[in-house]
């Protein structure tokens, strides 16, 4: 198992979850109910939305639509923030709440 440095972020209805991913790493295919934002803060990645696949650079900002199916493929090693708006600020519970498995 691949040690994601993961660090949760909280203000005021906002949440980020920051991730290091290696080179290679792949985040695999999940959905929300809900749109949200994910920013490339280091590397390149790249990223499949339902079938539609980019290639992005760091400093890139991506809209994802409620319940688009999306995977995060690590070409280089990234620095990734998932933000979402919630008031959940337990970190043991977020991701079974935020994430749903396709």
């Not at 994601?4 to 949440?15: D, E, G, K, T, V």
Request: hydrophobic share 45%; net charge negative; charged share 20%.
């Amino acid at each position: 198992m691949i040690d994601l440095r993961i660090q949760h972020h909280f203000a005021n209805r906002a949440y980020a979850k920051q991730m290091h991913l290696p080179a290679g790493h792949v985040a695999h295919s999940h959905k929300h109910s809900f749109d949200h934002l994910s920013i490339l803060a280091l590397g390149r990645a790249q990223v499949a939305v339902d079938d539609d696949v980019h290639t992005y650079e760091a400093g890139a900002c991506i809209l994802i639509k409620a319940n688009a199916v999306h995977e995060i493929t690590a070409l280089d090693d990234c620095i990734w923030f998932c933000i979402h708006a919630t008031d959940i600020t337990d970190p043991l519970v977020i991701d079974s709440t935020l994430i749903k498995v396709s």
